[in-house]
């Protein structure tokens, strides 16, 4: 962890600051909620992270924010799982499963083979639940309104594609890559690949260049260091804390009802008797 504390940064004059961003956040509801605690005018994000990943987000404050683009340009790492066997449409938790294939048979040098075509510069197709502009539209809001949308692929460099564990379904991997690279159609293709279809059902970017997610701070800490109101300042608009299980956006309700349907099954156990009854179908 770095020595230098959030006391130390002057936010105003310029700072790039390391943040681990939470689950089912958006890049813009972190830049919102740093800018509102901290009071910065002027801050952005240099690369954006999925709501349902996790991990390393760079802000940029002040003359810092001319360097987005060059943090943007640099190579990212993530590890993450994808479960094979399933697909989405969005290829992640955004979307529910459509199609469920047989995956048993697959041994591991199999799943291990596989990532070799993914490797060095390959054309991949981006997921039409993604930000990329479809005649002027973003694939996403296409998406989500049934439309159907042509997404055209697009180069990208994948220095590193290694499996790290593997518990069918599930199987975990770290990938090094280009700006660009859409880990989630990584899942995707590695579906096809093995002939059972696949999606990512967790992620975390652990660097990008050499900013690493163990160097980053918590938005907690953020919060904590947030200074007091001026003197005659009228009172601040009550602050809506975003649910840790229930996203406000579309698109969000399936993972949602995921963690509704595991904390439901957590509070049966709890409950049951202890004495056993007959099962019932």
């Known amino acids: 962890m770095t020595t230098k504390t959030l006391a130390d940064y002057d936010f105003e004059t310029g700072e790039v600051l390391l943040l681990d961003k939470p689950l089912t956040w958006t890049s813009f509801d972190v830049v919102r909620k740093v800018k509102s605690a901290l009071r910065i005018k002027k801050i952005g ?5 999925d709501p349902l990943a ?7 404050t002040g003359k810092k924010t001319k360097e987005i683009d060059l943090i943007q340009a640099q190579e990212k790492e993530y590890a993450g799982t994808f479960r094979l066997g399933e ?6 938790l955004e979307t529910a499963v459509d199609m469920a294939r047989p ?15 993914f490797t060095g510069v390959i054309q991949q197709t981006p997921p039409i639940f ?49 700006k660009g690279t859409y ?6 293709d590695l579906g096809v690949a093995l002939g059972c279809g696949a999606h990512l059902t967790r992620l975390v970017r652990t660097r990008i260049g050499e900013h690493r997610v163990e160097d980053a701070f918590s938005l907690e800490a953020i919060e904590a260091l947030r200074p007091p109101r001026p003197e005659g300042e009228g009172p601040a608009r009550p602050r809506r804390e975003r649910p840790s299980t229930a996203p406000n956006r579309v698109g969000l309700q399936y993972y949602a009802a995921l963690q509704a349907d595991a904390l439901a099954a957590q509070q ?14």
């Open 268 to 281: 049966h156990q709890h409950d049951a008797p202890a004495k056993p009854e007959t099962p019932t179908e």
């Open 183 to 188: 880990i989630r159609s990584l899942a995707r």
């Open 130 to 178: 993604s930000a990329v502009k479809v005649d002027g539209k973003r694939a996403y809001e296409l998406a989500r309104t049934g439309q159907e949308a042509e997404i055209k692929a697009k180069t990208v460099e994948i220095k590193t594609f290694e499996i790290t564990r593997i518990a069918l379904p599930e199987v975990d991997f770290r990938v090094v890559c280009s």
């Open 54 to 60: 996790t991990g390393l987000l760079i802000l940029c």
């Open 103 to 117: 995956y048993g048979h697959l041994t591991d040098e199999q799943i291990w083979e596989a990532t070799g075509p």
């Open 87 to 92: 697909t989405t449409p969005s290829f992640d």
């Open 45 to 49: 994000h240099a690369g954006t992270l």
